[in-house]
């Protein structure tokens, strides 16, 4: 069967030009805080990608980013023209850094255009969603990045693979917290759940979420949950602080929080044979890990963002399996979903 517009002489052309290049062009769409305070410096201490373009919806930031980054002309786009991007050989990835209930069509339009995706955590607002946006990277032979920064940071890797490894015997109980007080917030996250999803579950409670599947190195089989609101006049229509607990096989369990009025960051780990953890845990920096009361002795330099997405790019130039994949995106959102569910009836979720 033939090969239809628009994948078939432009794709086959990107493929021949990616596989002559060192370095790949990353476009940042959306010029928020993140994308302006975390990942255009990070793509100044990337080996395999750099940053290529801009698409915004806001005329008067181009000229201090042009500026500040020196970015052609030819490579800034608007909302509008974006569908244009697919004519842009210089511009090989789209990381989508959007409000979360914007991620699916941009990353839908990226694919389309020929291009590999970086999409920021959380994936989408509904599973639904995070399935259409694997399917349009799919059908397009594109690959698809979760911003799931800390999947490739050594502390956190090490939990991975003592998890994997059952280094200090098999994980009992896992501890874990994300939250930071944040209930004045005049950012759409606090103010907007048509565009957030929800409260501090789907912004910083996922890497409590995250951190409980990566730790044990299993999925869970049931999740009960809790959630509470002590000042009705902020975060319309979410919630204030969320509380799960998760059941693993095997009897392991996971205690989790994230709140918009308490003050946490840690995961810690209660295995047959020790504890570890690390407190900060899931900051940009300054994490501390910690085994059997002695660091981990961890040193790190460069910023976890430019690790996130070299690794991308190397997956990409590589033709690599992708660590922080749609398909945890999604396995997330449905996780998230079902925490939602047991705090609104206050029944366990089976899976």
């Not at 069967?1 to 794709?11: K, L, R, S, W």
């Not at 990107?14 to 975390?38: D, F, M, N, P, T």
């Not at 960051?265 to 059997?292: C, D, H, Q």
Request: charged share 20%.
């Amino acid at each position: 069967m033939a090969i239809t517009a628009p994948f078939a002489t432009p794709h086959l052309f990107s493929i021949i030009h990616r596989k002559k290049k060192e370095k790949l062009g990353i476009a940042l769409l959306g010029l928020g805080g993140y994308a302006g305070g975390q990942l255009a410096p990070s793509l100044q201490q990337t080996e395999y990608c750099y940053l290529a373009g801009i698409v915004t919806g806001t005329p008067s930031k181009v000229p201090e980013w042009q500026e500040k980054y020196n970015i052609p002309d030819k490579n800034i786009y608007n909302y509008d023209n974006f569908d244009e991007i697919a004519d842009n050989d210089s511009i090989d990835i789209v990381y989508v850094v959007t409000p979360n209930a914007l991620h699916m069509p941009y990353t839908i339009r990226a694919a389309q255009a020929g291009k590999h995706v970086i999409c920021e955590k959380p994936m989408e607002i509904s599973s639904e969603n995070c399935r259409k946006m694997i399917d349009a990277c799919e059908k397009a032979n594109r690959k698809l990045q979760i911003g799931y920064r800390l999947r490739y940071e050594p502390r956190h890797q090490k939990l991975m693979k003592w998890a994997r490894e059952k280094t200090y015997g098999k994980v009992k109980v896992i501890d874990t917290d994300f939250s930071f007080y944040g209930v004045n917030g005049s950012n759409w996250r606090f103010t907007d759940a048509s565009l957030s999803g929800g409260g501090p579950l789907m912004d910083i409670g996922i890497y409590s979420l995250e951190a409980t599947r990566y730790a044990t190195g299993r999925e869970p089989i049931s999740i009960t949950a809790q959630k509470y609101k002590t000042i009705q006049d902020k975060l319309p229509g979410m919630e204030e602080s969320i509380f799960w607990q998760m059941e693993f096989p095997d009897g392991m369990i996971a205690n989790c929080g994230s709140s918009y009025v308490a003050r946490r960051n840690y995961v810690w780990v209660s295995t047959e044979n020790g504890r570890y953890g690390i407190e900060p845990a899931f900051s940009y920096g300054g994490l501390k890990g910690m085994v059997n009361g002695d660091s981990m002795n961890i040193e790190t330099s460069r910023k976890q963002q430019a690790v996130q997405m070299d690794a991308f790019a190397q997956n990409i130039l590589n033709d690599t399996e992708i660590i922080a994949s749609g398909q945890h995106g999604l396995q997330d959102m449905i996780y998230i979903e079902a925490i939602y569910e047991a705090a609104g009836s206050g029944k366990k979720i089976s899976f």
